[in-house]
């Protein structure tokens, strides 16, 4: 990892890049799948299955049968750790539960909002190399507390054409029956446009490389919502003097070996020993089954040191990444001055695995800096908010001459009418 010392404001937006591929290279490749997809359906996904899975596919859609018996192949441990995951995932996500309140916000004139499950989403889990499935209760469980109407889940095969069972489990505990064995560009495009056995949705969400990611933002574009760019996982550690090596190595190679195209950076202060964190990372990559995946992460990943505390978190504000941890002795008084990030990670003892699996908050969050707008997902990701309003006679006597004003002011005079005529019929009764 490169380190760079102290460096000058004017050079924090190029180091605060993260490895892309152009899009001049990714656009035609996946606008061809979107458009195959559009137009063959059923047999699109199963061409371009066997093209980028290297499988042919007897039938997208998984039956209960071969849910039930994949299930059954599992380790009863890890049934157990994500079953507690799963009740953990719950609690804080029911916790977001609102109630409706109405506002009278002057006499006679009342106001409230209602919040609607989104009748029909998608998941995307990635199931490559590292099969998410605790993506699938991270989606799947709010999905449920909110009430949508129909889940459809999409995750690729792997080269017997079978998902992986933990997958399948995990859309158990979350309570998804309709999953389909179809990854990358072409899933989305399958639960955007719809497809005989891929129903269309309204709003997709879900992880993924550059090329689920771009599917996705270019299917938003024609009127399919998305839940957020979510792309190549980030993390980035502020640590001071007080931080353990062996921690920060452990949390800068946890995201390295999401993917070649993760990034990780480490932010630190002058009293940090580097080059403790530095042998650190090497000793524990040695030991990695993923270790070729991390080391060509750490190729795009940086360790920027700064004297102060205040300029580690200026530039951990413009960074904005998806993961933040706060490894330092004070580490509760400095979140309160974050105000970019996904998800964020508090002290010595908060790794951000911990967040990942089983702490509770959701760990499909903002990436490439899109922190600085987008939260991550939610209960309220799978809600769109209604809002009401009724007025007495009371009310638009109240209400009416305020209307009258300023649709006058803007030239719209059949607006301006709308209430008029509702104030001489009072007038004339």
């Given at each position: 990892m490169k380190v760079i010392y102290n460096p000058p404001s004017e050079t924090w937006k190029a180091l605060c890049s993260r490895p892309q591929m152009d899009q001049e290279v990714l656009d035609p490749v996946i606008r061809r799948i979107l458009s195959d997809v559009r137009l063959k359906g059923d047999q699109a996904l199963t061409d371009l299955t066997l093209e980028f899975d290297g499988v042919r596919l007897r039938s997208l859609s998984l039956t209960s049968e071969e849910i039930k018996g994949a299930v059954e192949t599992l380790d009863d441990r890890l049934k157990a750790a994500m079953g507690t995951a799963a009740k953990n995932i719950e609690a804080f996500h029911a916790s977001q539960?609102?109630?409706?309140?109405?506002?009278?916000?002057?006499?006679?004139?009342?106001?409230?909002?209602?919040?609607?499950?989104?009748?029909?989403?998608?998941?995307?889990?990635?199931?490559?190399?590292?099969?998410?499935?605790?993506?699938?209760?991270?989606?799947?469980?709010?999905?449920?507390?909110?009430?949508?109407?129909?889940?459809?889940?999409?995750?690729?095969?792997?080269?017997?054409?079978?998902?992986?069972?933990?997958?399948?489990?995990?859309?158990?505990?979350?309570?998804?029956?309709?999953?389909?064995?179809?990854?990358?560009?072409?899933?989305?495009?399958?639960?955007?446009?719809?497809?005989?056995?891929?129903?269309?949705?309204?709003?997709?969400?879900?992880?993924?490389?550059?090329?689920?990611?771009?599917?996705?933002?270019?299917?938003?574009?024609?009127?399919?919502?998305?839940?957020m760019p979510a792309g190549p996982s980030e993390v980035l550690v502020v640590a001071d003097g007080t931080a353990n090596p062996a921690f920060v190595a452990a949390d800068l190679l946890s995201q390295a070996e999401h993917g070649a195209d993760s990034q990780v950076m480490l932010v630190a202060l002058s009293d940090v020993n580097i080059q403790a964190i530095q042998a650190e990372v090497d000793r524990q990559l040695k030991d990695l089954p993923r270790r070729d995946i991390a080391a060509k992460a750490l190729e795009n990943s940086r360790i920027v040191v700064f004297d102060t505390i205040d300029m580690a978190i200026k530039f951990s504000n413009a960074y904005a990444p998806e993961h933040l941890i706060i490894n330092t002795v004070n580490a509760s008084s400095l979140a309160e001055r974050v105000v970019n990030a996904g998800s964020v990670f508090l002290g010595a003892w908060t790794p951000e695995s911990a967040g990942d699996y089983a702490s509770g908050t959701n760990h499909t969050l903002p990436t490439n800096g899109y922190a600085r707008a987008f939260a991550g997902v939610s209960l309220d990701s799978f809600l769109k908010y209604i809002t009401f309003q009724e007025i007495t006679e009371e009310g638009i006597r109240a209400i009416g001459p305020v209307v009258e004003t300023m649709a006058e002011a803007e030239s719209l005079q059949a607006h301006r009418t709308a209430i008029t005529k509702r104030l001489e019929y009072l007038n004339r009764n």
């Open positions: 539960i609102k109630e409706s309140k109405a506002i009278e916000t002057m006499p006679g004139v009342t106001c409230w909002r209602k919040a609607v499950p989104i009748d029909k989403v998608g998941i995307y889990i990635p199931g490559g190399s590292a099969p998410l499935f605790s993506t699938v209760l991270m989606l799947g469980i709010p999905a449920r507390l909110a009430g949508c109407g129909e889940v459809v889940l999409c995750t690729p095969p792997d080269k017997q054409g079978n998902v992986n069972p933990a997958i399948l489990y995990a859309a158990r505990l979350a309570g998804i029956t309709q999953i389909f064995r179809v990854g990358g560009a072409q899933a989305v495009a399958a639960m955007a446009y719809g497809t005989a056995s891929v129903p269309q949705v309204y709003k997709i969400f879900g992880p993924g490389n550059q090329f689920v990611t771009r599917a996705k933002q270019l299917v938003s574009e024609e009127g399919i919502a998305i839940d």
